[in-house]
């Protein structure tokens, strides 16, 4: 059964550091693309960043050069690295997989499984 599951949620200060993880059952990294998402509160879920089974990262312009995406295939777990966080980056996180390679990788519908998400909060 495919599953994800997020950790490493939590409050930080702005111009901290947080680690966020995806845990993935049920298939390997090698054969699908994952999405890591945010919903900020009042507003629309949106892209953060992608790596793809061939290990191509992508990132949204807003956290370009602080969030750095990576995989550790031993523990079947994709992390995203999150510096120099800002209050803007309060939101719930949600990584996502897909099985097919991914044409829009910021886009939701591309993704056929998702994880119950966690909550990070950027606050002073």
């Known amino acids: 059964q495919v599953q994800l599951v997020e950790s490493g949620g939590g409050l930080v200060q702005p111009g901290g550091s947080l680690r966020l993880a995806c845990a993935a059952s049920?298939?390997?990294?090698?054969?699908?693309?994952i999405g890591w998402f945010r919903q900020p509160p009042g507003k629309e879920r949106e892209g953060v960043s992608c790596i793809s089974k061939r290990v191509y990262t992508y990132y949204a312009d807003s956290v370009t050069g602080r969030f750095i995406i990576s995989r550790d295939a031993a523990k079947n777990t994709v992390y995203l690295q999150m510096n120099s966080v800002k209050p803007e980056d309060t939101a719930v996180y949600y990584c996502a997989a897909t099985k097919s390679d991914v044409w829009r990788w910021n886009v939701g519908y591309e993704y056929a499984y998702w994880g119950q998400g966690t909550q990070v909060t950027v606050s002073s």
């Open positions: 049920g298939f390997t990294l090698d054969y699908v693309d």
